[in-house]
């Protein structure tokens, strides 16, 4: 479960999150959208621990979080980023990429686990021993996932995870991160400024502008056009791909 009341982030004399309040229940997956510098994404720094200087109240999976980093909330909360050949250390191999986690976290049965979580992406074996710049996009984006549930968290942060995939293979990776949910229980929260991928994944949205959230909707209010906030209404209808 996530947890955030009350939301408030400031930079010097600029105030990026103004009150935002929301809750994801255990197992659920809640999207946020917004345009770029709506807030959305400093609302998941803050949940990820990366950034301390917040106001309110933050949980996640029943435990309250403080403004320091915290080895339990790394354990608990992991995060999967846009870009995947820039978050994969392009002189590691993946089975280092994948190991590290493991030996930082004190966590045994390694090799064991990298075979599990390879199988559980649907990367072949051979991958194990290859380097970011001898896979694909999607192939990158498959192993970024692997790393950050490799440690088995519970809370997935999605940090636009399609943005930098060919369309192509978009749908695969929203397709493989919905199983894996279903599959290890997992609690997502996704930020994107595309509405049709956040509406793929998740079942419920929340709407950002100007540091608040102005509305949130069901995916299907919002395919249908059917919002009460003018920001929602104006970013829907800048998407030209929301089925």
């Known amino acids: ?35 770029s510098g709506s807030g959305k994404s400093t609302v ?3 949940l990820a621990g990366l950034n301390t200087v917040w106001d309110g109240y933050l949980e996640v999976a029943g435990r309250p979080l403080g403004r320091g980093p915290s080895p ?15 978050s994969l250390h392009p002189r ?25 979580i390879l199988d559980d992406v649907a990367l072949p074996a ?28 519970s809370v997935l942060l ?11 293979v978009q749908a695969e990776i929203l397709n493989l991160l919905a199983d894996l949910r279903e599959e290890h229980g997992l609690t997502y929260l996704m930020v994107s400024h595309n509405l049709a991928v956040v509406a793929h994944l998740c079942p419920t949205v929340g709407v950002m502008s100007n540091g608040e959230m102005v509305e949130i909707l069901s995916a299907e209010d919002l395919r249908a056009g059917r919002t009460q906030s003018p920001q929602t209404t104006r970013l829907r209808a800048l998407s030209t791909e929301l089925g």
Do not use: K, N
Request: no cysteine; proline share 5%.
């Open 92 to 116: 590691q191999t993946v089975d280092r990429a994948l190991s590290e986690p493991l030996l930082i976290q004190g966590l045994g049965d390694i090799d064991r686990r990298i075979r599990r």
């Open 126 to 153: 051979t991958a194990r021993y290859r380097y970011p710049h001898q896979l694909s996009g999607g192939q990158r984006q498959r192993v970024a996932i692997a790393r950050a549930l490799i440690s088995e968290p």
């Open 158 to 168: 999605l940090d636009e995870p399609t943005s930098a995939l060919d369309v192509s």
């Open 72 to 86: 339990d909330l790394f354990r608990l909360v992991q995060m999967v980023f846009q870009d995947p050949y820039g």
């Open 44 to 46: 998941m720094r803050a």
């Open 1 to 35: 479960m996530i947890v955030v009341d009350d939301l408030r982030v400031r930079f010097a004399d600029f105030d990026a999150v103004r009150g935002v309040s929301f809750r994801v229940p255990a197992g659920g997956s809640f999207g946020i959208v917004g345009e």
